[in-house]
């Protein structure tokens, strides 16, 4: 799908190198078009019902209205809209607080050009990309608790692959030849399950637990 697509994207971040830095990046780079700079949560807010940005690459700590904050409050308003957490910070309370305001991807600042785009066009689709610090503390979390997704059903672990696979719910539904409520059901008894509350999460804790490969 991101091959055809331009992907409007749009920078909050309190730091005007930052902004400028990502802004020259994505100018240089064909599919990926840049609809707007944000340097504080509050102009986020206010400039994303302006832009419409399909990816928005979202700083977490910020005056005035953290990232986490309008994380959640963006995609209240837009649920299709995707975010990607890109911080310098890799603290454990952080990551888990992005990704259950439903941020799709967690990303630190030192990761390469080339690895950023890739992860707006994943993003795009509906994929998730997470920096290996921010894996890492979530097989830490998983492992304070036993097996969890051990309960899951067959037909379970065949909707959980497909959401690795960055299926949406009418996607899963359509695959599986079973009404968009009944695949609905099934994401969140998986989410319940891995005591997630994403599908980010999820993918984390089934590749670590081996639930899928």
């Given at each position: 799908m991101s091959d055809i697509h331009s992907i409007r994207v749009m920078v909050v971040d309190d730091h005007h190198m930052v902004r400028k830095g990502l802004a020259a990046y994505l100018k240089s780079d064909p599919d990926l078009v840049l609809v707007g700079e944000a340097s504080n949560g509050e102009e986020a807010l206010m400039l994303f019902e302006k832009v419409e940005p399909d990816v928005i690459l979202m700083d977490l700590l910020m005056p005035k209205l953290d990232g986490v904050a309008v994380t959640r409050e963006i995609l209240a308003r837009s649920p299709d809209t995707r975010v990607i957490a890109l911080t310098s910070f890799q603290e454990k309370e952080l990551v888990q607080?992005?990704?259950?305001?439903?941020?799709?991807?967690?990303?630190?600042?030192?990761?390469?050009?080339?690895?950023?785009?890739?992860?707006?066009?994943?993003?795009f689709d509906g994929k998730s990309t997470l920096a290996p610090e921010a894996t890492q503390i979530l097989i830490q979390t998983t492992c304070e608790e036993p097996n969890p997704g051990g309960d899951l059903t067959p037909r379970e672990l065949e909707v959980l692959k497909l959401l690795a696979d960055g299926l949406t719910n009418p996607e899963i539904a359509k695959r599986l030849s079973?009404?968009?409520?009944?695949?609905?059901?099934?994401?969140?008894?998986?989410?319940?399950?891995l005591r997630v509350s994403n599908r980010s999460e999820a993918i984390a804790v089934a590749l670590r637990q081996k639930l899928i490969t």
């Open positions: 607080n992005a990704l259950q305001a439903g941020a799709i991807s967690y990303l630190l600042k030192n990761v390469t050009g080339e690895d950023l785009a890739q992860a707006i066009r994943n993003a079973i009404s968009r409520t009944t695949a609905r059901a099934h994401v969140s008894h998986i989410l319940g399950k």
